[in-house]
């Protein structure tokens, strides 16, 4: 029988149950059809999103998707993993934790959960002086409800003063934790960032590997990328992050992450790259407000300075940082716009006052802005208390190049080659560290060196900063061609 003979004697069903018969065929069709284009995304995005297709075996119903937890829970989940949470979320969950504090004073988890909430909301809106002491309260109120064991207390202490920037405190607190529970993953992290906050590279390299022991995940290798960046090992950072990325369990986590990889792309000179992580961080959370400015840096490195100059007053209308106020009053004042220049560094010492009030550490910052627009003699005093404090590389960086602006070269040229010496912990490639150095170099006479390490600024990251990169480029073509006259008369032996 020919195929038109086999259609016309197949039987045709009609009425409802034919209906419903071709119905449900048609049904299976498109689901069939959602299927694999869910496999196809899934496929694309490496595992990215957290509600991709779900597979069952041959014959069975697809299962009902599992209810969403609610929004207080997600962020709770988020801060007691040490993640980024949604600001709504984290709204919901300190209201909620509010609740449960006022109807159960002694619940030492509650207090220790509400004190992390508060830690991350004042990181995510740099609303220190009321956020940060009130995370102090709750933590300690913990401490005060259940003072044996209470690692995860002591962890958010920690998470607290790394937000600080009081990494002596963070480590104490840290070590704390992990004496009280050392197979609890979360206190790791802390340490990781408190070492690195005292330039203790080695020692945060070590704590991770004992992190990589206990746990895994996006979390683990977003914090081994940090820790990989600051050994210089570009690429196995940014696959690290890559990989947090894809494994991250929300859209907020996932922004954090890809914030971060922004980072390293833009560190790394590719504006590009640099620029399509940041707007991706934004949009998938749109108070990803380090991402925006992000977004401002990227932009004004791609000679679009007026949509730069809106991304950072965003970022700054809802978290007001100092250094991202210092990055856009630097950006006015190489575009000529003084005014406004001067307008942002007034924001950027009010806010470093607010800062102080609520018991954060902004010396670094506050000396980085004195050296280059205020008093660089101040800036000096001031970061020579930070660096006793706590040694870290950025603060060697910051201290050489504010001797260097105070005229002295020679103590300045010891601090510039700490934080690019390889032996002593200065392994990150940075555009900015080694563009000081050259600098330092230049005014000592050191040419040579001079015209090397500016070259090497700027093959870092020819766009690091739209009022130093010029001048890089400036004091290169000053500095000329290496002269042959003291090159010595090689000539070979004769046979």
């Known amino acids: 029988m020919d195929e038109r003979a086999r259609q016309m004697s197949t039987p045709t069903t009609t009425g409802p149950e034919g209906a419903a018969s071709r119905g449900r065929r048609a049904h299976a069709r498109g689901w069939r059809r959602r299927l694999a ?15 991709g297709a779900m597979l069952w075996s041959q014959g069975e119903a697809p299962r009902r998707p599992a209810v969403a937890p609610a929004p207080g829970a997600r962020a709770q989940a988020a801060v007691r993993g040490g993640v980024a949470a949604a600001l709504p979320e984290l709204a919901e969950l300190i209201g909620e934790q509010e609740a449960r504090v006022r109807s159960r004073p002694h619940d030492a988890r509650s207090w220790a959960v509400l004190g992390a909430a508060y830690v991350e909301q004042g990181r995510r809106t740099a609303d220190a002086a009321v956020l940060y002491p009130k995370a102090d309260r709750a933590l300690r109120a913990s401490l005060k409800a259940r003072p044996r064991g209470n690692a995860e207390a002591l962890v958010g202490l920690a998470a607290l003063a790394n937000a600080r920037r009081d990494f002596r405190t963070a480590l104490e607190q840290g070590e704390a934790a992990r ?19 005292l330039g203790e590279y080695k020692k945060a390299q070590a704590t991770l590997d004992q992190l990589k022991k206990l746990h895994s995940g996006p979390a683990v290798k977003a914090w081994a990328a940090g820790v990989y960046r600051d050994r210089g090992w570009r690429e196995d950072a940014a696959a690290a992050l890559s990989d947090a990325v894809a494994g991250a369990s929300s859209p907020a986590e996932q922004a954090a992450w890809l914030e971060r990889a922004g980072q ?12 399509r992580q940041f ?9 990803q407000r380090a991402a925006q400015a992000g977004q401002g840096r990227a932009l004004a490195a791609l000679g679009r300075a007026s949509e730069a100059l809106s991304a950072y007053r965003v970022a700054l209308a809802k978290q007001p940082s100092p250094g991202h106020a210092l990055e856009l009053g630097e950006l006015y004042e190489s575009l000529g716009l003084t005014q406004a220049a001067r307008v942002e560094y007034d924001l950027l010492r009010t806010r470093v006052s607010q800062d102080e009030a609520g018991g954060v550490d902004q010396q670094l910052v506050l000396g980085q802005f004195e050296a280059d627009h205020g008093d660089a003699a101040a800036a000096v005093a001031r970061l020579r208390a ?4 706590q040694p870290g590389i950025a603060v060697a960086d910051a201290l050489g190049w504010a001797l260097h602006r105070a005229g002295d070269d020679r103590e300045a040229l010891r601090y510039a080659m700490t934080a690019t010496d390889r032996v002593h912990g200065g392994a990150m490639r940075s555009a900015p560290y080694t563009y000081h150095l050259g600098m330092i170099e230049r005014s000592l006479g050191r040419h040579g060196a001079a015209r090397r390490h500016l070259t090497e600024a700027l ?3 020819p766009y690091f900063s739209p009022l130093h990169a010029p001048t890089a480029r400036a004091a290169l073509a000053a500095l000329g061609e290496p002269s042959m006259e003291d090159v010595p008369d090689f000539r070979p032996p004769r046979d």
């Open 386 to 389: 930070e660096w006793r404090r």
């Open 37 to 51: 284009w869910g496999l196809a995304l899934g496929s694309v995005v490496g595992g990215a999103g957290v509600g």
């Open 279 to 287: 707007q991706e961080a934004v949009r998938l959370d749109p108070d």
């Open 264 to 275: 390293l792309s833009w560190e790394r000179g590719d504006r590009e790259a640099a620029l």
């Open 459 to 461: 093959r870092i990251n």
């Open 179 to 197: 004496k009280a529970a050392p197979k609890q993953w979360t206190a790791y992290p802390q340490l990781i960032d408190a070492y690195t906050g």
